[in-house]
Structures are given as C-alpha cells and as structure tokens.
C-alpha cells in the first residue's frame, strides 16, 4: 500500500520553461511534506517543504503548492535549468509513536533539455 | 549546514559475510538517525529508526537479526548486514533529523553488492 505515489517516473522539460512535479498522498495523518533531489550514487538533498496548514511555500526558483482537500501537491521550478536534472522524491512526515517518520514516493527523473 | 557522513559509500563483499555501515552527524547531536534502503528505481524505504541508548524500532518485514543498528552516541549510528546475501544487494542510506523545517539531512548513501 503506497501512501505516497508519485505517478510519473519521467518528465522531460526545455531550458527556461516550467518543470511541474506532482505528488499524491493517502494518509491524512502526514503533517508535513517534502521535496528532495537526488543524483546517483548520492543521498537526497532536501529542497524545500511545506507544512500541511498552509498551501503554498516557495523559496527562489522552486514552489510547492498543497491541496489538502485533494490530497495533492506539486512542485513547481521556474525557469528550469540543466542542472536541476535529477530525480526529485517526494516525502511526507508524520509522528508514529515518539518518532518521526518519513514516507517517500518512487520518486521522478526530471530531464532539462539545454 | 547540518551534516550526516556515511561510510564507505560502496562496498563488495562476499555472500556469507558481514558488512558495517556508518553514519556520523559532524556538526550536531542527532538523538534519531533513520536507516533506509532503496532498490533500482523504487522510493526509499525505511528499515529501521534509531535512537540512541536505546533498541532500534525496525520497520515490518525488516529482520532485526539480519540488520543490527547501533546508536551508541549522539554522532554515529552504525547498520551491519550480518550473513550478507545477493538479495541484500541495494543502497543504503541513512539520515537525521536537523529540526530544521522538519530538516532530515542524508548521508551520501553506501552501496553494497553482495557477490
């Protein structure tokens, strides 16, 4: 049971364009999601996160909208650039027992074409 | 920023065999260090959570006795593979939590091939 799904393993966008980075999520318990890049071989870098009482949060380049209602949320880099090419995960925390706990998605292999 | 160091970031080893992983937070105490693993192409999913001076909660389906942690002290976590096989061949990775934004920084990952 996937509680945190990331539908679409790939996504190929130009240079200066828009790269939008969806993420579904099942559990109404997450209180907070995140976004995380990453490159072969190499942990994830965290990138920017939003709490689950607002709906959006941006930082620079990079947006990430929550519709809590749907349980969806998406991120947003603007312009895109060659070297945001990677594979973007999406997670989602929540507090089981004392602990923290991250859910992580498939994640998506973003490609910007120069 | 918050570091995690991980070491060795990969490693072949023979089947049968057991290999230790660590992590070390340089620049903070982490009271909670993560431990995932991922295969090809699949999310990251996590093993176990540790915390330190105290017995590991291992997440369902995780064998406790083929996958021992170690959280002797605030800045190192330790996972060792024991009796290593093929099928334990992936990456593993671990993190903690900075407090920061709900900030969990990773290690570098380890890769480990079970030959």
């Known amino acids: 049971d996937q509680q945190v799904k990331q539908n679409s393993p790939s996504l190929s966008v130009q240079e200066g364009r828009i790269s939008i980075l969806n993420c579904d999520y099942t559990?109404?318990?997450?209180?907070?999601f995140l976004w995380y890049k990453k490159y072969p071989a190499e942990g994830p870098t965290f990138l920017i996160s939003i709490s689950s009482i607002k709906d959006k949060n941006e930082d620079g380049r990079f947006t990430v909208f929550l519709n809590k209602s749907a349980k969806h949320l998406s991120l947003h880099i603007v312009p895109s650039q060659p070297g945001d090419s990677a594979v973007y995960f999406c997670a989602a925390s929540e507090i089981v027992g004392s602990n923290y706990k991250l859910t992580f998605g498939k994640g998506t292999l973003l490609t910007v074409n120069p | 920023g918050a570091v995690v160091s991980q070491h060795p970031s990969r490693v072949i080893c023979k089947s049968g065999t057991s290999v230790k992983i660590e992590c070390r937070s340089l620049d903070f105490q982490a009271t909670t260090m993560f431990w995932y693993r991922q295969f090809p192409k699949q999310s990251l999913m996590l093993m176990a959570t540790s915390n330190e001076g105290s017995k590991a909660t291992y997440e369902q389906g995780v064998e406790k006795d083929k996958f021992l942690i170690n959280h002797a002290s605030l800045t190192l976590s330790t996972l060792t593979v024991t009796s290593a096989h093929p099928e334990d061949s992936s990456f593993y990775i671990c993190?903690?939590?900075?407090?920061?934004?709900?900030?969990?920084?990773f290690g570098s990952g380890t890769r480990l091939t079970v030959v």
């Open positions: 993190s903690a939590r900075t407090g920061v934004n709900y900030g969990y920084t």
């Open positions: 559990n109404s318990m997450f209180d907070y």
